[in-house]
């Protein structure tokens, strides 16, 4: 309890080295305060649904081991009464991707004859490279098993 | 003196630096995050929503030929990775995320988050090795 309050009381003001006190950032709404912040989080929150999707895909592979009707009963209640959910995770994921490929040229910044590629060329390649793999895993998963 | 530098002047005393886990540990995170990135908004659409919106027949995800398609070694290796990173990519970010929410019991998190992970880890691999 006293350590609680003393917490409370430094969260409330911080004490500078010059003397003077200043009211630190809010701990738990400081994300709302403005745009972009609210954007990182919203980035970094994309983590929460596609850690929901790995554990969605691990049961539906732990269902399907199970038998048909188990695999059926996943299936239904995935498609028809998680819906929702599954489109916040598919907008969660697709925004996530779009900022994983806009921070590239920053994270790999590629040389080519001594002057650096143009931000824009290694964002396009990979986001053609997203559209690629897209196109791949839809055909795959159409066509893979019919051979 | 060039501290970037990994060898060592035998005219001096100084140390090597210290071998670091962390580019072990990034790299781990980069290529869940590209998985991610470039894998899962795919995977959610056909999984998920593909077949409620029309776009995909149901007898794609009949019983039969999905059990066909997981029996194949290259799918289970690619099933193995493609979740297993992203689900390590989802811990890590999440356990910042839980910090950057005011969350400050980095202790628990880490136990809780890095524990759920590695335990769907292997009950993702004793699926795929046994059943």
């Given at each position: 309890m006293i350590t609680l309050d003393n917490h409370r009381l430094k969260e409330e003001m911080m004490k500078l080295a010059n003397g003077n006190y200043i009211r630190p950032p809010?701990?738990?709404?400081?994300?709302?305060?403005?745009g972009r912040y609210w954007r990182y989080m919203m980035r970094e929150l994309s983590s929460l649904f596609i850690g929901i999707f790995c554990f969605i895909l691990v049961w539906g592979l732990f269902r399907l081991a199970q038998g048909e009707a188990a695999f059926n009963h996943w299936t239904n209640e995935l498609w028809y009464q998680s819906a929702g959910l599954c489109w916040l995770i598919f907008l969660f994921a697709t925004y996530h991707s779009y900022t994983w490929f806009m921070v590239t040229p920053k994270a790999m910044p590629i040389k080519l004859n001594g002057k650096r590629v143009a931000a824009y060329i290694i964002i396009g390649a990979h986001f053609l490279l997203w559209l690629f793999a897209s196109l791949v895993v839809w055909y795959a998963f159409i066509y893979g098993g019919n051979t | 003196m060039n501290k970037l530098v990994d060898t060592q002047d035998p005219n001096t005393t100084q140390p090597l630096p210290k071998a670091s886990n962390k580019p072990i540990i990034w790299s781990l995170f980069a290529a869940g995050g590209t998985i991610t990135a470039l894998l899962i908004p795919i995977l959610v659409f056909v999984i998920a929503l593909a077949v409620p919106l029309g776009l995909l027949s149901a007898d794609l995800f009949s019983y039969a030929r999905l059990v066909e398609l997981a029996n194949n070694p290259l799918v289970k290796i690619i099933l193995f990775f493609v979740i297993s990173l992203s689900l390590w990519h989802a811990a890590h970010r999440l356990r910042i995320t839980a910090h950057d929410f005011g969350l400050r019991a980095d202790g628990f998190v880490m136990f809780f988050l890095y524990g759920l992970a590695a335990v769907t880890t292997m009950f993702l691999g004793w699926i795929l090795l046994f059943l």
């Open positions: 809010a701990r738990y709404s400081w994300w709302m305060r403005q | -």
